[in-house]
């Protein structure tokens, strides 16, 4: 036990109940009338006996500690905090929150009284941490309700996904159309443009509030990231959640929660909510980190079970809510591990989703912007967003392309003859002018009618009947 505040005599007599009997009972009683409020007397704690690299361990709490449970402890740098991910009979595990944790043996932890999330409407425009603390030089936040253990809302009771909108990206709103409350996946190796792709899908208008999680990203791109990619007009009605690559494995693994409790509060008060999550597989990265270091052993490709458990957990909270509140729309980046689309993180994370964009490397190469390969992207909520002739359309644009990637080997050779196939001719000549349409940059402007603009950019390269075919 440790003491962490005393009493004045003043407020003491203030408090006092009248004694009756001078009893050891009733002396407790008062104690415990005096410090019912946020002012403690005492204080469960134990003391450290163990330290690694990425935990450390204390003894003397394991009767009153819980999973999730924060505790303190004072170093020779200042406090510093962690989160209780394992308990035993006589100790407990803590992985703490700061880079840093300068933790020694027989330093003493105290388990404090964890808040939750409170956010408020004043924290549109704000970067913050992901414990909810701000890192944008702005002032200190203000504090709403604070919310408690969030869970995805009862199957039954939510709303159904039915109402399309534009992103203003042409190949997007073209092959894979996004509804609210979707939740869709970009996927691509690194260094393939899934961080620009999603601040433009960002910066689209249909939303009331934007919720970007940025997790383990490079410190020196965040404001990058935030002020020229997204820009000032949509920045102000953007929340960022902020956890950069040095940050401890805890705080990568909390900062998509937090984030997903801030979209969650707007979309209660009845808001169109986007989420934008970035990357989802550096979070399955940081709970493998955590998961280890408490002693799950790996099933899949060095991750714990625990991984594909805490995955859904998180993902199924967006989405539409109940009756009368709003949407929350998550687009996440899902980052496979030398290209390699099945990977376990990246396979489980398919199914979870509503649909999945992917990014092709050689796209890419071929200085094709944004790099989404159409025939292997797709969007299972697609048919509510397109009519009868876009669906029409969409089908037969999918199927030229397919014969016009299929066919590329053969032309390359030299063994194409203009004429013997009609429909391969028309391939030949619709496609490459199909993905010039297509192209698109961030500073670009979003495209309001994606549709009429491939209309007018293939009437526009129509070349006269009687000239041959290259």
Known sequence: MTAVAKPTPESEAAHLPTPQRDTPLLALERAHSLFANDRMLLRNGGRIDEVS??????????????LGDVVEHRSSSGARSGEIVRIGPEDVLIAPYERNPDAGIGDAVVIR????AAPHASWRGRAIDALGRPVDGKGALVAGKVEGTAAAPL????????TGFMTGVRVIDIFTP???GQRLGIFAGSGVGKSTLLA??????????????LVGERGREVREFLEDTIGAESLAKTVAVVATSDESAMMRKRAPEMAMRVAEHFREQGQRVLLVLDSITRFAHALREVAIGVGEPPVARGYPASVFTDLPKLLERAGPGVDGAGSITAILSVLVDGDDHNDPVADSIR?????????DRSIAEQGRYPPVDPL???????????????RALVTRLRSMIARFEDTRDIRLLGAYQPGADAELDLAVRQVPVIYEALSQSPQDRPSPDPFADLARHLRSREKPADEPVE
């Open 155 to 162: 199957a039954m009771s939510r709303q159904r996904v039915a």
């Open 351 to 359: 199914g979870i989703l509503d649909g999945h964009v992917v990014l």
């Open 53 to 66: 690299p990425s935990h450390y361990r204390v003894r003397g709490i394991s009767s009153t500690a819980r």
């Open 376 to 390: 292997a992207s797709i969007s299972r909520l697609a048919p509510k967003a397109w009519t009868k002739e876009q």
């Open 178 to 180: 996004i509804c609210f």
């Open 200 to 213: 433009m899908l960002a910066s689209a208008e249909a939303f009331d509030t934007v919720v970007v999680a």
């Open 113 to 116: 009284t964890a808040r939750g």
